[in-house]
Nanobody, 119 residues
Framework: VQFVESGGGLVQPGGSLRLSCAAS????????MTWYRQAPGKEREIVAV????????VYRDTVKGRFIMTRDDNKSTVYLQMNSLKPEDTAVYYC?????????????WGKGTLVNVSS
C-alpha cells in the first residue's frame, strides 16, 4: 500500500492550490478516501472524505465552500482543490483510504505535501 501526495507549495492568502494523491497496492475503487492535514504543533485532523462512488463528500466546517474533493478511479487518485486559502490552512496534507477498523493498513501514511499560506 502506498500514498504519494503532491501539489503543495507556498501561496498567498486568497490563492488556490490543487493537491493530488496517487494510491497503489489495493483496489482503489473499493474504498472511501480521506484527506487529512496536520498543522505545526497540532493534531492531525480530517479535512474531507469522499465515498466509494464519489457522489458524496463530507467536509470539515472550516473548509466548506472553499475546498472540493474529487476522485478518479481510473488513475487511483484523489484530488483536493483548495480555494480562498487562509493562513490557518497551512499544514502538511495527507490522504489515506478509509480502512475498516483494526485494519493494519491504517498505519501506512504517505510523506504528505506541505501547504504554506503566507503573504
Amino acid at each position: 500500500v502506498q500514498f504519494v501526495e503532491s501539489g503543495g507549495g507556498l501561496v498567498q492568502p486568497g490563492g488556490s492550490l490543487r493537491l493530488s494523491c496517487a494510491a497503489s497496492g489495493f483496489t482503489f475503487s473499493n474504498y472511501a478516501m480521506t484527506w487529512y492535514r496536520q498543522a505545526p504543533g497540532k493534531e492531525r485532523e480530517i479535512v474531507a472524505v469522499i465515498s466509494r462512488a464519489g457522489d458524496n463528500v463530507v467536509y470539515r466546517d472550516t473548509v466548506k465552500g472553499r475546498f472540493i474533493m474529487t476522485r478518479d478511479d481510473n488513475k487511483s487518485t484523489v484530488y483536493l482543490q483548495m480555494n480562498s486559502l487562509k493562513p490557518e490552512d497551512t499544514a502538511v496534507y495527507y490522504c489515506k483510504a478509509a480502512w475498516p477498523k483494526g485494519d493494519e493498513r491504517g498505519d501506512v501514511w504517505g510523506k504528505g505535501t506541505l501547504v504554506n499560506v503566507s503573504s
